[in-house]
């Protein structure tokens, strides 16, 4: 028996590990990586394992670095089914949707963009001289159908006439839709057959709705093997989810081979009662200077947490009502599928809002922006707002419009609420932005580039880390140590080198044999 790292082995996205029992072959998860665009892209084209040869698939939840790459999986010679909680099952409806969407939009507006400069060098050209706003203008008339939306034949047909490279999405929406019809959910605690003589059973891992501890056996010649796959593991004591499990079933106890993340393996967060502390002051500060307030921010669990901290804010009348928009619809959906699943709140959630009739996640100052309409007009309002939007590393999405129209003004505040992964926008604006403000006549403000065009960093940016879904170095450490588990050996991926390696090093002093494996390195136990 051995397991394969084929993603977020040295790294923090794609994950995408392969256990092989002899008999069947079993994915976890088949996530997205994320970071530099060029780089990503070709990671994510490239599949490598036979997908004739893959029994089933477990997915640990439904964040798009775990289960992104579906569609891909699912649109050719996949037989099995994918393996997952029921709520996880129920937010992949809307999370792959939205991911086609995305990747279909992406690559649209970057034909758009890349035809238009070739038609502003082609007409410069013609005409020797440079090209006049009149001729610009219409030339984005041409190439747009109105102020919203793309006219992506004719641009296509542009592309084709002039023999231009042509981006292609990673897969479209319709694939994305039939991706849905392989996935099947199922509750906690509860044994599933996945292979010949081999199970999983679901626990609660505590890192958003659904996200499980998956526990497989395998039973072969007389002999058990268990291993324990732990996706993204939670944090202890946050609003809205049950905290992470440590009581598992007794047949359950004895792990040979424990595969857990280490995203914060040599961090510590901020403690989870001074959240709504620190977000209070980033908002007063920032209404005080008469800025708006831009986060960057997961649709899928994170932009829940916040909601519900500022709803408790508003509430209590602790920071200036201003206007909170969620601009993602999918975060819209999501919200949606939290309310079917209450059964995975947890007790202080009941007490603090179902009990009094409330609902967690709204509230008066509230707005669900739905179109690109709306959503545009709200990328040119300049009075003090709260924007939520995603994706969470400033990837794709919405949240790069946001950013392209509120990153020069220094009245304005960019949230960072969560762990930036290397080589993405989020992870560049967190390296940038802390003392970023020029101290003299002469000096240059540093530059992001969204979207193809550099702008200048001048906003204010804080970070809140405590908000991370991610369990920090003592939280992991904990699932080890005081659950009722037996660990024989552990394998840490899902993390940077430096965190990997000293997370691994603090198990070891503490008497655990473990393992960092690299991109397609194999063991057998």
């Known amino acids: 028996m051995d397991v394969t790292f084929y993603g977020a082995a040295g790294e923090v996205t794609g994950s995408m590990h392969l256990l092989d029992t002899g008999t069947d072959r079993i994915l976890f998860d088949c996530g997205m990586f994320q970071g530099r665009r060029k780089e990503s892209k070709e990671k994510n084209k490239i599949f490598s394992i036979d997908r004739t040869k893959i029994t089933n698939m477990i997915l640990s939840h439904a964040h798009i670095d775990h289960s992104g790459r579906i569609p891909v999986l699912t649109s050719k010679d996949f037989a099995g089914r994918i393996v997952t909680t029921r709520p996880t099952a129920d937010a992949l409806d809307y999370m792959l949707m939205d991911s086609g969407h995305i990747q279909e939009s992406d690559a649209q507006y970057l034909n758009y963009k890349s035809l238009r400069s070739f038609l502003y060098q082609l007409e410069n050209n013609n005409v020797k001289q440079k090209v006049s706003n009149k001729e610009k203008n219409n030339i984005k008339k041409m190439l747009k159908k109105n102020a919203y939306e793309l006219n992506n034949e004719a641009i296509n047909d542009l592309q084709k006439q002039h023999g231009l490279d042509i981006i292609t999405p990673l897969y479209t929406m319709e694939q994305a839709r039939q991706s849905l019809g392989f996935i099947d959910g199922y509750p906690f605690n509860y044994p599933v057959t996945i292979g010949e003589n081999t199970t999983v059973k679901f626990y609660v891992a505590g890192h958003i709705l659904g996200s499980a501890f998956s526990v497989v056996t395998v039973k072969n010649n007389g002999k058990t093997t268990r291993i324990l796959y732990t996706g993204d593991v939670g944090r202890f004591g946050k609003p809205i989810l049950k905290d992470p499990t440590l009581v598992f079933d007794e047949e359950d106890r004895d792990i040979d081979l424990f595969i857990t993340e280490s995203t914060y393996g040599d961090r510590l967060h901020q403690p989870v009662e001074d959240l709504g502390k620190r977000l209070k002051k980033v908002l007063n500060d920032t209404f005080e200077r008469g800025g708006s307030v831009i986060i960057p921010s997961f649709a899928f669990g994170r932009t829940q947490e916040l909601i519900y901290i500022l709803h408790e804010?508003?509430?209590?009348?602790?920071?200036?009502?201003?206007?909170?928009?969620?601009?993602?619809?999918?975060?819209?959906?999501?919200?949606?599928?939290?309310?079917?699943?209450?059964?995975?709140?947890?007790?202080?959630?009941?007490?603090?809002?179902?009990e009094k009739g409330k609902n967690p996640f709204l509230f008066d100052k509230i707005r669900f922006v739905q179109t690109v309409e709306e959503s545009m007009r709200l990328t040119q309002d300049t009075s003090s707002h709260v924007v939520i939007s995603a994706s969470g590393m400033c990837e794709a999405g919405r949240i790069l419009h946001h950013l392209r129209y509120k990153v020069h003004n220094p009245k304005n505040t960019i949230l960072l609420v969560g762990y930036m992964a290397e080589n993405t926008l989020g992870r560049r604006i967190q390296e940038l932005g802390f003392d970023n403000?020029?101290?003299?006549?002469?000096?240059?403000?540093?530059?992001?580039?969204?979207?193809?065009?550099?702008?200048?960093?001048?906003a204010k940016v804080e970070k809140i880390g405590g908000f991370s879904a991610h369990g920090d170095k003592n939280e992991l450490e904990k699932i080890i140590t005081q659950s009722n588990l037996r660990i024989k050996k552990i394998g840490i991926v899902h993390g940077e080198e430096s965190q990997s390696a000293s997370f691994a090093k603090h198990l070891e002093q503490k008497g655990y044999d473990t393992f960092i494996p690299k991109p397609g390195e194999k063991i057998s136990f």
């Open 313 to 354: 804010l508003y509430d209590k009348g602790e920071v200036p009502r201003h206007p909170v928009y969620v601009d993602s619809p999918l975060a819209s959906n999501i919200t949606k599928v939290f309310g079917e699943h209450p059964e995975s709140y947890d007790k202080e959630t009941h007490k603090t809002f179902l």
């Open 437 to 458: 403000i020029p101290s003299g006549e002469n000096t240059e403000p540093p530059e992001l580039k969204i979207l193809g065009k550099s702008y200048p960093l001048l």
